[in-house]
């Protein structure tokens, strides 16, 4: 990715994606609900990684309602 902060808080978003991780990344393995990217910029998509923290903070807002 392009940029190393979250689209959504502005945070680092601490993607390992494009790095000799031998583990990867948390992002390869976790599932994205569809709705978190509809919130993104348009300029940011495909460009910016989302964070663990908003992925996990919108999941949980998701079970509230």
């Not at 190393?4 to 992002?27: A, F, I, Q, R, Y």
């Not at 994205?32 to 989302?50: A, N, Q, T, V, Y």
Request: hydrophobic share 25%.
């Amino acid at each position: 990715m392009a940029n190393t902060h979250c689209p959504l808080c502005g945070e680092e978003n601490k993607c390992m994606v494009d790095k000799t991780e031998p583990s990867g990344c948390w992002c390869t393995i976790e599932e994205f609900p569809k709705g978190i990217f509809e919130l993104i910029p348009e300029e940011s998509i495909r460009k910016h990684c989302i964070c663990q923290n908003c992925v996990t903070k919108y999941k949980e807002e998701m079970q509230k309602n």
